[in-house]
């Protein structure tokens, strides 16, 4: 695609880990095809100590995105979302070369991945209502549940549908006050990286969204077994990989999303995908007569 | 060192005896302390190595709690914390010490009965060090009528910046003085906070860690903790080379305990490396080389659990500082 006389930039891609952009701590990296196999692009190769480094930011940016407003979640995710938009052909293109789809099925894919955020923006403020109530007790007390987020939640993003997929297993964690180490499609990452350009830049706080790009296999057993990760979404692991995530994921219970069967990512998500990294907190306070 | 050649005593007996001491020892290299500091950073320490590395640094901590909002039930915490650092670990060495404000030291004696972990407190109007002469003694005489072990004093650093080294020698003395049991048991340990961080050049720190040692400091510190910077690797090789000097040229052996913003064991080992190849291995001992730290521990502990379990570790499971 250069135009003669002009030098290639060839490009090198990093991590998105804490708000910032840090190379892997191992410095590898890996080749980039596209479905043709193409060189598109070099990606990281996140290791597991830069899994570690982002379960720290992740862990750090808990207290301070759990603690914001739902009304504010939902207006971050909808800036998201028109950040997104905004790099709409860039987006077509990756997505165009990641799953040898027409152009016009690439834009489709990508107004659909802006939809998916808007759609989940708009249950910022409304998943509250549904998964908390007030209880009738025998007893001069209020009895309130309402919902909580879970923690740090490492997810494993599915190999196909590389934007649409990627965007539809994040939203649902973040919006309800999560924060996350998301490790993208191995296949297509470019995306994913993309995406943390999207991010960085839409007043999301630093280390809501952790991004590694690499190897599902390497990474998933570190995450599934670190004791200060809360949650794990299996959803891009392969059966074998996954059932042994589990195991070690059962090691401090950490919740586990496991979707059973291949997941159509343009069908309307319901809120199983919220709910599944929501807890119930429950208080007695006296009424006081 | 060829200042030595003045026998030490006189040294201390004027102002000028004492410039001329501190003065006459051979400046530091700035650039060449950082990078050596910075090169000795890079080494690494890995399985076996850094295990033994591990249990070490913690057996070298001062677990520290300087807050206004300290109440005796904290106190009582870090006491036990001290004793058994990780509750479900019988292996995981005490630490060296709790540190505290004087009016919390028997207390701290109390919780610790015999268990072998000393109780340090600091003193002398810390952290400013800024009242009379009178009010610093009376202050040691507290802690160390109330157990103390250790007294952790300030200098003051007034004084030392505007040239006036024989007060801070005499007020280091007078100090060292009231750390004395007169008989009735062992006498406290005098650790000399330096402050480094206000202290503004290597040359003051290296000139400060002498003034301290000739005035009869069992230890000398880096750091209030209240003060940015705190320890930082440098200052502490500074301070390393110094009583590695001080006991070339007197023969008395001087401890140094860097204090303050060392948070993560990868920072604690550092330092180990750092003790071991200025001072020697002779510091690397809890009775010569300490750690004043506080959240430093948990992140020890969840190295430690890390290497025996291989998978990373969550401060949830660890006890609050």
Redesign the interface.
């Known amino acids: 695609m250069t135009e003669p006389g002009r030098l290639a930039v060839r490009k090198t891609y990093k991590l998105y880990i804490g708000g910032a952009f840090p190379r892997s701590e191992s410095g590898r990296s890996y080749a980039v095809t596209s479905s043709k196999g193409d060189f598109l692009a070099n990606a990281a190769r996140a290791s597991r100590k830069d899994a570690?480094d982002a379960?720290s930011a992740a862990r750090k940016a808990f207290p301070g995105w759990s603690g914001a407003t739902a009304y504010n979640r939902g207006q971050i995710l909808y800036r998201i979302a028109e950040m997104l938009e905004g790099r709409r052909a860039q987006f077509a293109a990756e997505v165009a070369d990641a799953d040898g789809v027409s152009a016009r099925k690439a834009g489709e894919l990508v107004d659909a991945a802006v939809d998916r955020l808007v759609w989940y923006a708009g249950w910022s403020d409304k998943i509250g209502v549904l998964r908390g109530s007030a209880n009738p007790v025998a007893g001069p007390y209020f009895n309130l549940s309402s919902a909580e987020p879970t923690g740090v939640v490492a997810v494993v993003a599915p190999p196909m549908g590389p934007l649409l997929g990627l965007v539809s297993v994040i939203a649902p964690v973040i919006v309800t006050g999560n924060t996350c180490v998301v490790v993208a499609s191995e296949r297509a990452p470019l995306p994913a990286i993309t995406l943390a350009e999207v991010l960085a830049t839409s007043d999301l706080p630093g280390g809501v969204v952790n991004l590694l790009t690499g190897r599902a296999a390497e990474l998933a057993p570190?995450l599934s077994?670190?004791?200060?990760?809360n949650a794990v979404d299996l959803t891009g692991c392969p059966d074998e990989l996954a059932v042994a995530c589990e195991k070690?994921a059962a090691?401090?219970l950490k919740r586990v999303l496991r979707p059973a069967g291949k997941v159509d990512w343009l069908a309307e998500p319901g809120i199983e995908r919220m709910t599944a990294f929501l807890e119930t907190k429950t208080v007695w306070h006296p009424i006081g007569v | 060192m060829s200042t030595l050649t003045t026998p030490l005593a006189e040294a201390a007996s004027s102002n000028a005896a004492l410039r001329a001491l501190l003065h006459g020892l051979p400046g530091v290299d700035r650039v060449g302390a950082d990078q050596r500091a910075a090169m000795l950073g890079t080494r690494s320490i890995k399985t076996t190595a850094k295990a033994r590395a591990i249990d070490l640094a913690i057996s070298m901590v001062d677990l520290t709690t300087l807050e206004g909002a300290d109440t005796r039930g904290k106190v009582r915490a870090m006491c036990a914390k001290a004793v058994r650092p990780d509750p479900g670990d019988p292996s995981v060495p005490k630490v060296a010490a709790v540190c505290v404000y004087p009016d919390l030291v028997e207390q701290a004696v109390q919780a610790l009965g015999r268990s072998g972990v000393r109780v340090a407190s600091v003193a002398t109007a810390f952290p400013s060090g800024r009242s009379s002469l009178g009010v610093k003694v009376e202050d040691t005489a507290f802690a160390v009528a109330a157990g103390a072990h250790e007294i952790d004093m300030v200098i003051d650093r007034g004084a030392f910046l505007s040239g006036d080294y024989r007060k801070v020698y005499e007020e280091i003395a007078a100090v060292k003085a009231a750390c004395a049991r007169d008989g009735e048991g062992e006498d406290a340990h005098l650790k000399v906070i330096l402050e480094t961080g206000e202290l503004a050049t290597y040359d003051n720190v290296r000139r400060a860690s002498w003034l301290a040692m000739l005035a009869g400091a069992d230890f000398i510190k880096t750091s209030t903790g209240k003060v940015s910077p705190a320890a930082t690797l440098p200052v502490t090789l500074v301070m390393l080379e110094a009583v590695r000097d001080f006991r070339a040229g007197t023969g008395r052996m001087v401890g140094v305990k860097p204090a303050g913003g060392i948070r993560t064991t990868k920072d604690a080992i550092k330092y180990l490396v750092l003790v071991n190849e200025t001072a020697g291995p002779d510091w690397l001992d809890p009775a010569w080389f300490r750690l004043g730290a506080s959240s430093l521990v948990n992140d020890l502990l969840m190295q430690r659990q890390k290497m025996a379990t291989g998978r990373y570790a969550g401060p949830d499971y660890f006890t609050l500082d």
């Open positions: 570690r379960v570190w077994a670190h004791m200060d990760v070690d090691e401090n």
